[in-house]
Structures are given as C-alpha cells and as structure tokens.
C-alpha cells in the first residue's frame, strides 16, 4: 500500500512537471547546478550544489546522479557540529573545515534518497545522498560521485527545512522561473513519511567496494553503498 501511494504521488507530479502551482518539493538543476526549495508554487530558497561528473542515470557501476522523482527517505546527522564526518553514515568524531586539503568524506548532513520512477529505483540502494561536502571549491559545477553535494553551511540549512518525506525532483534543464514565497512560509509536505525500513536495503558493502576498487582510487574512496 506504501509503495502504492508512491507512485500515485509521482503520476501526479509528473503530470504537474515544473509549473509554478505544482506541489511543494525540491527541485534540482543539472544544467544550474543548483537546488530551489519550492513551496505552494513559490521559491523559499536557492543553493549552489554539485551532482556527478560522470553524468546522469541510475545504473549501478557508473556512479551518476538518477534523474526524476525521488522522497527523503532518511534524514542523518541531527544535532552533528558542521563539518562533521560520516563514515558508513555514521559520525566518526572529526570534523573539517572547508576545503580541507586532499580530504573528500561525506559531512555534516545525510538526506537520504529513494527513487520513485522505474528510472530511479536503484538511488536509495546506491546511497544517492543530498550531502555536505569539505570540497566547497567544487560547488556549482558537476563534482560528485552521483550524490548531490552541498556548502555545509548550506546543507545544515536545508536539512532544518526539509521534512521526511518530501519530494526530490531532478532535471536535467534549468530550474523553473517562478516568484519568491513572502516572508515566514514553511515547506509542508503532503506525502506520507517513509517507513524507516519501507525500502530495499543497501547493497552489502563488500559487494560494492569489489566494483569500484577496480575504477577509483583516492584518500576517500567514493564507494557505492556510502554516498558519494
């Protein structure tokens, strides 16, 4: 029934497309490189992020940004100091300040994704995360593993806004042209929160690493099942 509901919820977003009366949801630009929190047809907020320097899809192997509908799914790191570092989604007590040399690990806030669309079905397996990241100096140009990267100044901000359950939209075009929200609107969401396991479990991570030992080698491997 919850996936059902789901679904319901895509068809309907995908019928309103980027039109200025369609519901409340995030809205990611590949083209911009940015997000806008949308609310009731308006525009609450705007940042600069980074999605993958390998492109588009949701293949696994090929570590790109899914495209079209997707939910926050879970939300990690409520009360972490900025710059906090997350291994395997968990705080490892270091914290970095940005732009942190030869450093590449995911800070600060975990939103974490499930696709909605056949198209985008693997992201919460693989870890599709809306994150905080050291390399500031990156932001708004395509930089990530697949993940959408954020200033942690940035992605604390966002992750205060945005509620479980929210919808994520990602596009290939420029974000819509719409008018501002006017002063103290709130984004409400009108999907039902996920269950906290209403989701296929991510890849064990032995299982993944094989697949990216063989592609990429840096101080902090991007390895699928982690975010990236």
Not at 14 to 39: I, N
Not at 115 to 139: D, M, V, W
Not at 186 to 196: G, H, I, M, N, R
Request: glycine share 8%.
């Amino acid at each position: 029934m919850f996936r059902v509901t789901l679904v319901l919820i895509a068809s309907m977003l995908l019928s309103t497309g980027l039109r200025a009366e369609g519901p409340s949801r995030l809205v990611v630009s590949v083209r911009d490189q940015k997000l806008m929190v949308m609310a009731n047809g308006a525009k609450l907020a705007t940042y600069p992020v980074s999605t993958s320097k390998f492109g588009v899809g949701d293949n696994w192997g090929h570590m790109t940004t899914p495209l079209g509908f997707l939910q926050v799914a879970q939300k990690i790191g409520d009360h972490a100091p900025v710059g906090a570092v997350f291994h395997n989604r968990r705080f490892t007590g270091e914290i970095l300040k940005p732009n942190a040399p030869g450093r590449d690990p995911v800070i600060t806030r975990i939103i974490w994704l499930r696709g909605l669309q056949a198209s985008n079905a693997h992201a919460f397996s693989r870890c599709i995360y809306i994150h905080g990241t050291p390399q500031e100096k990156l932001i708004g140009r395509p930089a990530s593993y697949g993940c959408i990267r954020m200033k942690s100044s940035d992605v604390a901000a966002l992750y205060a806004q945005v509620p479980l359950g929210a919808i994520v939209e990602i596009v290939p075009d420029r974000l819509p042209k719409i008018p501002s929200a006017p002063r103290g609107a709130v984004f409400t969401v009108d999907a039902p929160k996920p269950k906290p396991d209403a989701s296929e479990p991510p890849v064990p991570e032995k299982a993944v690493e094989k697949t990216v030992r063989k592609r990429v080698e840096t101080d902090e491997q991007p390895h699928f099942g982690r975010g990236a």
